[in-house]
Structures are given as structure tokens and as C-alpha cells.
């Protein structure tokens, strides 16, 4: 306890240099009622306090105060004063605070100013709202304990409320967790009830009254303390919201001291391993999706979401139980939808998001915003209901090319009282969001035009070696042999042609429609064998087609005696028709051509089989 | 593609009107050729093979997560990170202190670079492309997208070696050959995920190099080379099959001027180059691996000269003579210099992983450290049959169709073959340099096969055809077809063969995948077990140890653990390590083995002279994971006993069995390790009937229940046990 005497000490001196300062003006506090919470490691602190003016000037300022080392760790103040008579009607107003210079006033205490919503003329009553919130005001005592031990928090106050004004009647209780209570300072009209400890009434007070004590129990409270906590939300103008969160969480109880004992916490993990804490919940918005936990060296699978219409819950446990003293690094993502977020007012579109982390009851050191809006948005302006620090940066995402604009927005010491919403608003128009895909269109548009100039262009060095020529000329064979193809390939289509008029003159008997048929194929077979034949010498004429040419040759030889085949065929058939030779004998006396049509027939396939395959 | 070949040729032929015509013409008929049609399979085939080999390899990350794989990865990522971050000359110039404290490691002169070069230079487009992808996610994808360009390689080498069919199947077996898959999932970060690409394209290009005779292919195979040395040290084995396979060439008389252009720039060039990668330097010129290289060079030399002489000299005895006189001087003179250059230690001798290559033996008596690993172990039947499944019987049949068809392609692939299948016997993990030569030869055997069927098939149908089209009642068809039908069951034979090919292909791809799926997509990091009701349990128990060490331990802290979690601890805790997967330093691993396996007192003087804070054992008696430190307690007392003789193996041994119940050996019962690994073990009840202190890795409750640690302390254990982290305590002060 040798370092709280120190203190108590300390402050006695100040409470008796406050005493002798003369009075800060003509209000008078007729009645204060403060409420401290410390259930959790954030210390709340609720004060409702009748200001009456009993002076003859009227007064448009109130000055409230705290001493230095609380003053310090405030982190969250709002006072309000409630408009309207009778309870149901009674609504709260935010009242602007600021931090004041101390003129007249000790350096040993904080002093904030509130302007009054209308000046508190004579004889009038007010009632103002005051809730603060302190961060690491609990100080665990011992610093250092044991797996086994348990964690006691110390927590300094005063019993009479410190004030420049005079106080007619005030009390304070403070709300401990439920556990062990290790000690308290006992004063005159000193109450424990359960766990809620009673200060007061104390009647007639004068200002700068100062009674310090020290109230020493257990806490269960997960002392989780960011340190740093970076959140990046991202809009996208295709439907989402994309929000990461890098936490860097530290545990700020009573350090560990000695050995962590797996067995002891698996086994006992109550009384062994109390000051620890295995998860941290963090609260949502509804409709949060594909949400992830990891960290550096990847994604950790112990956590657990449950989500209904109006939250989503995320039971986070780290890889490792928190001591105290022990750290880690995680980062949390998820996207929201677009649509729950982002409204539209008077030509300007606006984000309306939530500042601090969804974790419950976690102290942030720094809190560092940065809300990344589509690349091309313009006139951006931010409006918070708190000061921050605001600066603007640019990030780079897939397919950027101007990059993004970031507003970042800075703030130390942040509380969940800070979770409230704050609007960006900018500019955008939707044709930018055109830009990507016709950025991924033209790049593989460009992608597609060079593969076909590659295939086109001739990229060959020298045009006089003999490899370039000796290629152009295989090339013009294999031209020509393609043609030669085709054509041989329009004769044999012409044949079944020949044919099938054979069959029709089976069928109807109509003589002079074959013959036409047959005039019509013989002109046609000419031009074809005519077309054929520069081709041929072509092929005979090139040195690289010479192991071709003999079976081209060959081919087109072939083809010819199929043709004369056919001929003598049809003739053999029309003029058995004229003669009116029953079916069957026609068919023996061209049984025999038959058979060797079919076989010619074959080998032409064959050798154009080859011939495709060089 | 299809009508891309047809515009080409109408242009070539511009001057010919009518053609352009006709041409024109059958285009508009959209009836594509054949060619053109095989050309659009070829392609569609090449291109699904491509992505089926990518999607393949990333079962690990829909199991798992995109994550880097088991120990060496870590390694190569954390290098890679470096790279991207500090740019390449601070890398190249990069002194770690974070391992092998206090001696520290010259990174940019130990390691081959192409690996993390290669991952940056990807990740540096994508950037420049302005896809702002995160460097894990290119290293993890690095191994799948390189192994996708093996099988285009392998496609080229087949279609060079025998043609577009074989190169077509090569392209597939490779795909999805799970001896390759192995290396190279999603993940599995590792050097030989970039150098069985690199391998195969060297040989690819030499092989092309030697067809052609083409001085452009054989530089381009020279950077081939360049490229695999710089990615791995299995560069040696390029270094010795191509002077191996020219040699072979010569003597069978297959010496030409191609075989000569071919051989001489890829050697000296790739030589040059290979010389530029710091780790391997002058050891290109120096060492007995890269020697016989130089051998072939020189000799090459001597046959053009003798060559040239022939042709000078026109007379055979007097050329007999010459070839006499020359071929013993060439003799004389190599025998010497190598005989004074090891001598005079300018030839250094072969390494020791080398000897055990040629001598399966060697390392077990020699070299405990490269025995210790398990992947360096002798190979088991059934891995083989496990990584190859029905390549196993087609190699041989491969075999028969390049011995058939004999040219210097295909000796080439017999010879990559053979050799690399023999390595593969000794040692497990070479396995993987010997797939490509398996998948191309089997791809040759079912290539060939399937198209002797195919033909066989085709021409009897024609034959039926031209039956059919005859009409039924033609009698001197019918005696035809019965002419043609010398070998009555050919055709219902040939079907029957096959099905048959069928379904041994579709088996494979089947293996395949369930290979992939089961066991080749493991991270090793975390490890995933089935619980009571079939739900999957995850044991992240390594991330959670090195995540605590990251987050928990002062900056400099020194980490003693076993060299196997070393690369782990230094990526991802970020903590100084005694020593890791490296092992380039035997004694320093000794003096670790030996602080394992010493009592605690003696361990403490050790471990405060390399200023050892925590100590970190792998400990699966709660799980049943078997591959934990008390398993491979022995090899550290092998490997400490092998540099200080204190330390002796049977003293750890009772009766030669290796124990940790009530029999074990008493200064088992009292070593670091088992003190580490048991702490505080005795009063927790793994198994429901089992008494407290029942070890499930090894069935037996443990002979020492009583552990007092004196100078240690826990400080951190996970939550299933599996890692163990001590702190080691000032020491007290003196009274």
C-alpha cells in the first residue's frame, strides 16, 4: 500500500491549497447525485446535478472539473440537461463541452467549460446530465500476480464531489462487480450493500472539497486494450461495404508472473486462470457477410458467429488465452451491404457508419479510421459528433490507376460510448464505375489484337535465307494441296450425283432427265480436270513437293479411271434402260464395274486421307 | 484457332486469284478441315489440361486455406517477403542473424534464388497490372501455376520425342501423376515446385537442340539450365545425364555436327551463367559433380579434331596410328590433371548427399544428418506403386517402343528414364525427378498403343463399309471381306485392348485425385483428425505456439528447438533460432542434440553459453501424433554422439529397444528432452481407463511421473500439447 499513501497524501495537500481559492462564482450545486460503474475496466461515471443560480448576474457558462489524474484518462464526456416538463415528455440535449484554461485554477485539476443552452438567469434551477468515462483509472494492485492468484483492481476517488461551485447536498455510490471486495475507505455515512458501495449524503459542502479514497477489490473484467486498432471501410459502389479491422490487443490487467501451467488452466481453469480472458464478442451490424478471422500467419479457427435480423454476433477467441501483459494481433473482416449504409441527400451521396469497434468493452489507445471511397470521388467532407483528426490519403486497389481517396480519421483513448455514426460525404457519379470492366475489356481486347498481329506479321529477319524461302514455298504447297483436295473432293461429289440420277432412273424410268444429268456432270468434270491441271504442274514443278507429287499424281490418275468408270457405267445403264433390259441383267452386266469402282473409290479416300494428314 | 490457320493461307497465296476464291468459299461453308480440327482438339485438350493441372493442386486450399506448406516453404517465403520488400541487392546481400545463432547465415550466398525471383517477378506484373494481390497468395499459387506449365512442356517434349498424340497423354499423365503433385500443391512453396519445370524444359530444349542442330535452340536450353540452377540444387543431375547421354551418343556412333553445336554452347554457356549464382560459383569449375561434364567437353574436342584429321589425312593406317597416339595422350593428360587438381584440393571431392546417391549405404554410416530425414530415406514398393499407380507398367512398355524406334530423342528419354528411376530407388523424394521421364515414357507406350488399335480398328471398318454399300446379296463382297480377315479376332481384340486402356487410364486419373485429396494436401502445420461423430478436428496447435512466441517473447529472444521447426519459428514467430532446416553447420546441430539429450545442469551450461530464452519440444503423447520430438529423440543423440563422444547411443537404449515406460533407460528417464516433453504429463489423464500419465503416441505410461524442472520453467504449452515452450531462467544469484 506504499504507493497509495503516496498518493492520498498528495491529494490531501491539494485539497488543501483548493480550500483556500475563493469561490468561482454565484452558482450553487443544490443537489449531486454520482454514480460510478466500475463492473467493467472502464470506469463510468454518471452525475446529475441542480445547478441553481443564486447570484444576481445571469450565467451562460458551467465549469466542471476533475481532478488532474482522473482528468487525464477521461475519455468520453457528454453532458445534457433534460428540455420539456413531466417525465414522459422529457427529452435530452446535448450540450456542447470544451476544455477550458485553468485561470484561477490549480493545475492539479482538469477543468471543462459547458455552455448553457440559455443563460441561467437568477433564482433559476437547471439540471444537468453528466456522463464520463475513464480508461485506466482501475490499476491492478498487486502489478504482478500469479496464475492462480486473483485480480484486484484499485480504484481513487473522492467521497465529495470536487467542484468550483458549493455543493448543498450530495451522495455517491459506486457499483463493484460481484466478487471479493478486499478493502474500502471508511468514512462517516459509509455503506456497502451488496456489491454497491454508498458515500454520503454529505450536507453543505464548500467548493473544492476533497475527500479521497481508495476502494480495493476483484475484477473479472477482461482488461482488453487495443493499442492500435486500424479500421479500413471500403465502399464499393457494386453493392458493398468492406470493413477490416487490424487489432493489436494487449491485456493491461496484473501481469503474469512465473510459469503458465496448461494443465493447471485445462484442468482448474476458474481459480487457475481467472485474470485471463479465452474470447472477446464483437457485435455486428445485421446482414454482415463473409466474415474472417486471421492474422499474419493465417486464419484462425476458433471463433463463433450467430446472426438474426437486428445483430450479428462474433465470439472471437484468440490462439491463446490472454494473460495479463500478453499480447495479440488479429484482424477481423466482413462486408455489409451497400444499401444499409449509404443514402443520398441533395446531390451528394453520404456514408453513415460507425466509428469505434464492434467489440464489446474494449479500450482503444488509437483508433485510426480510414474510410476508402470508390477512385473519382469528389468534395468530400466528414461530420462526427465528437473531434478527430482528419487527414486525406490515396490507396491503390485492383485495377487503379488515379487510386482511391482515403479519409483518415485519427482519435486516442476511444470507449464503446464512442460507437456512434459518422457521415462522409462525397460526390460520385456512376459512369466511373463503368471504368473497370471497360478497363479488363480493352486490356484483353488488346491482349486479342496483338495475339492476331503476332500470327499475321512476318517476323522473319532475312527474306533472302533459303529456310524463310524454302517455308514460303511449303506453304504454297500445302496451299495447292488443299486445292487439289477440295477440287478432287468436288468430283467425287459430282459422282454421287451421277449416281443418284442412275437411282432415280431406276426408280422413274425418265431417261432424258439422266442424260441431262449426265451432260451436265461431263462439263462440270471438265472444268474441274481443267483446274486441276496447273495445279499439278505446280506440285510437279516444286522440289519440296516431290515426295508428294507421285501420290497426288497418282490420285488424280485414280480419279480419272473412276470417272471413266462411272461413264462407262452410266452409258451401260442408260442403254440398257433405252433397250429395256430387265433390272437384273443390267445389274450382272455392271457388277463387275461396280466392284471396281468400289475399290477405286476406296483407294481415293485413302490417298486423300494421307494427303490431309501431311 | 480454326479459322485463324485459314486467312494465313489465303494471304500466302494473295497472287493467285481463283485459289483466294475457293478458299474464300470454304470458309463461308464453316466446314472446318481436318487439320484444322485437330488443331482445335489439340488445343482445346492442351488447354483444359492446363487448368486441370492448376485445379488439381488446390484441394490443400479448399481443405485448409491458402497457406504455405510444411518446413521449408516457411523458409522461402520469408526470403521471398524480404525480397519484395527490400529489393534485390538488399537480398542478395542479406546476413540473417535470426538463425543459427550466434553464427548467423549469409542468405544470398546459400540459397538458389530462382524460386523467390520468380515469385517476386510475378507478384512485380501483377502490381503493374494493377492486381494488388497479397505475396502469400502468389507464393502459395506459384507451385500449381508452374506445374500447369510443365505439362505444356511436357505436351512439346512428347510431340519432339515421338509425337503430338504422345505429347498429348504426357501433358495429362503429368497433370495429375501424384509423384509430382506432391511437390507441388497449393502451398508447397518450394524449389522444386519451379524446378521440375525448369528441369524438363532444359531437357526439352536440348533434346530439340540436338534434333535441330539449331544454335538458338541450344542457347535457349543453356538458360534453361541457367534457370534450374538457379532454382535448385538438383541442377547437378542436368550436369551429369546430358554429358552422360552425349557420351553414350558417341560411343553407338550417333556423333554429328548437331549432337556437337548442340552439346558444346549448352555447356559453356550454361556454365557461364550457372557461375553467376553465388551458391554455386566456382564450384561449376571445381567441384567432382560438375567434372565429367568438363570430361565430355573436352572430349567432344578431341573427336572433331580427330574427325577433321580423317578427313585430312585419307589414309586409314596412318590415321589408326594418329587416333592411337592421340586418344592415349588425351588419356594421359586427363588422368593427371585431375589426378594433381585433387590432389592440390582445386578439384574439390564429391559431397556427401552425392556418394549417398551412388551409395545407398553411405549416409546411414557416414552422415546421420542426411539419414534423419525422412524424405531422404530408401523408397518402399508400394510409395512407388502409390506414386505412379499404372505408369509403373507402362514404363516398360515405353521402354519397348523407344528401343523400337531408336533415334536420339528417344535414347535420350531411355536414359533420363533409367537413371532417374534408379535415384528414385534411394532416395523418396527424387521420386519427383523422375516422374516426367515415367509420364513420357508411358505417354509414348499409350500413345503408340492406342494408335495401333485405333488403325487397326479404322481399316476393318472401312472393309465392312464398302460391304454395306455393295448391297447384301453381292457374293464376291463377302469372299473379300473373308480375305481380309486373315486374323479373325483382330478387330474384337483390338476393342478388348481397348476398354481395356480405358479403364486403366481412368483408374489412374481416379488414384489421382483421390491421392491429392487424402494425402499430398496436408499443410503439415495444421493437422486435421476425425472425431468420435465424424466431425473434423482441427489441431492448429504449431500456428498457436510460434504465434505466442511472436507475440509474447522480447524481439531478440533465442529459441533452442530441433533443426525441423527452426525455417518455422524464424517465419512465423519471428524469433532467433540455434539452428534450422539449413543444416549447413553438423557441429552446431550436435550441440543442440547434445543439450537435448544431456541432463538438465549439463543442458543449462550449454544452453547459456548460446544464450538460449526458451526452449521449444514437439510433444504428441495427448494427441497420438507420432512425429514428435521423443520419436526423434534418437536421431539427435546419433547426430550429438557423432561430434561429442559424451553422448552414446546405448545409453539411451535398454537391450537395444528405445523406451520411455518404467524400463526405459535411466538417463532417458532424466535427459532435457524427456523432462520437456513429459512435464507435469504424469498427473493428466489422456484416455478414459488409462491411468494418468498414459503416452498415446507410443501406447505406454510414462516411467517418470515426477519431473522437477530446476532451471526452466513452462512458459507457454497449447492447447492440445503438441508444442512445449520453456523459458530458461536467469541464473540464480551466488550466496
Known sequence: MKQSSVVDLLLLLLAIALLTTPAFSDLVLSKVERRIDVTSQIARVSKTLKVVNSGSESVSEFILTFPKFLGNNLAYLSVSHSEGKGKSKRTLVNLSVREADSKGIPDSISVYSVALPKPLSKGDTLTLEVVAAFTNVLQPFPEKITQGEIHLVMLQESAQYLSPYAVESQSLSIKLPNARIESYTKLENTKLQGSELKYGPYKNLQSYSYSPIVVHFESKAAFAVAENLVREIEVSHWGNVQVTENYNVVHRGAQLRGEFSRLDFQARPNPRGASAFRHLLARLPPRAHSIYYRDDIGNISTSEMQSDSKKTELLIEPRFPLFGGWKTFFTIGYGLPLSDFLFASEGKRFLNISFGSP?????????????????????????TPFAVKQSQEIKYSHLDIAGRPVVVLEKNNVVPDHNQHIQVYYKFSNINLLSEPLMLISGFFILFITCIIYTRAD?????????????????????????????????????????????????????????????????????????????????????????????????????????????????????????????????NRIASQQQKIITLRQEIEDLLEFIDEI | MGGKSEPAKSESMATKPDLLITSFFSFKSLKLKTKQQELLLRISILGLVYILAFIARLFSVLRYESMIHEFDPYFNYRTTLFLTEKGFYEFWNWFDSESWYPLGRIIGGTLYPGLMVTAALIYWTLRFLRFFVHIREVCVLTAPFFASNTTLVAYFFGKELWDTGAGLVAAVLIAICPGYISRSVAGSYDNEAVAIFALLLTFYLFVKAVNTGSLAWALASAFGYFYMVSAWGGYVFIINLVPLYVLVLLITGRYSMRLYIAYNCMYILGMLLAMQIRFVGFQHVQSGEHMGAMGVFLLMQVFYFLDWVKYQLNDTKLFQTFLRITVTSAILVGGVAVGVGTASGYISPWTGRFYSLLDPTYAKDHIPIIASVSEHQPTAWSSFMFDYHILLFLFPAGLYFCFKRLTDATIFIVMYGLTSLYFAGVMVRLILVATPAVCLISAIAVSATIKNLTSLLRTKQKVSQTGSTKGAGSSKASSKVTLDQSQPFQKNGAIALLVGVFYLLSRYAIHCTWVTAEAYSSPSIVLAARGAHGNRIIFDDYREAYYWLRQNTATDAKIMSWWDYGYQITAMGNRTVIVDNNTWNNTHIATVGRAMSSYEDEAYDIMRSLDVNYVLVVFGGVTGYSSDDINKFLWM????????????????????EFRVDKGASPKMLNCLMYKLCYYRFGELTTEYGKPPGYDRARGVEIGNKDIKLEHLEEAYTTSNWIVRIYRVKPPTNRL
Not at chain 1, 464489446?360 to 466528414?382: A, N
Not at chain 1, 432415280?504 to 471438265?526: M, N, P, V
Not at chain 1, 479411271?561 to 457405267?569: G, Q, R, S, T
Request: with cysteine.
Open chain 2, 637 to 656: 543423440v546419433r547426430i550429438g554422439g557423432g561430434v561429442f563422444p559424451v553422448i552414446k547411443e546405448p545409453d539411451y537404449l535398454v537391450n537395444g
Open chain 1, 459 to 587: 517476323f522473319s529477319i532475312s527474306k533472302s535465307s533459303p529456310t524463310y524461302l524454302a517455308k514460303l514455298q511449303w506453304d504454297e504447297v500445302l496451299a495447292t494441296l488443299q486445292e487439289v483436295q477440295s477440287i478432287i473432293q468436288k468430283c467425287l461429289a459430282t459422282h454421287d450425283k451421277l449416281e443418284a440420277s442412275l437411282r432415280d432412273l431406276s426408280r422413274t424410268g425418265d431417261i432424258q432427265t439422266c442424260k441431262a444429268a449426265r451432260k451436265s456432270t461431263d462439263s462440270l468434270l471438265k472444268d474441274l480436270s481443267k483446274e486441276l491441271k496447273p495445279l499439278l504442274g505446280f506440285l510437279q514443278s516444286s522440289s519440296l513437293a516431290s515426295h508428294i507429287s507421285p501420290k497426288v499424281e497418282e490420285l488424280v490418275a485414280k480419279e480419272k479411271e473412276l470417272e471413266e468408270k462411272l461413264m462407262a457405267k452410266h452409258t451401260t445403264v442408260v442403254e440398257g434402260y433405252e433397250k429395256k433390259s430387265s433390272g437384273r441383267d443390267i445389274e
Open chain 1, 359 to 383: 467489440i464489446l468493452d474494449l479500450v482503444t489507445e488509437k483508433l485510426i479510421v480510414q474510410v476508402v471511397l470508390p477512385e473519382g470521388s469528389k468534395d468530400i467532407s466528414v461530420t
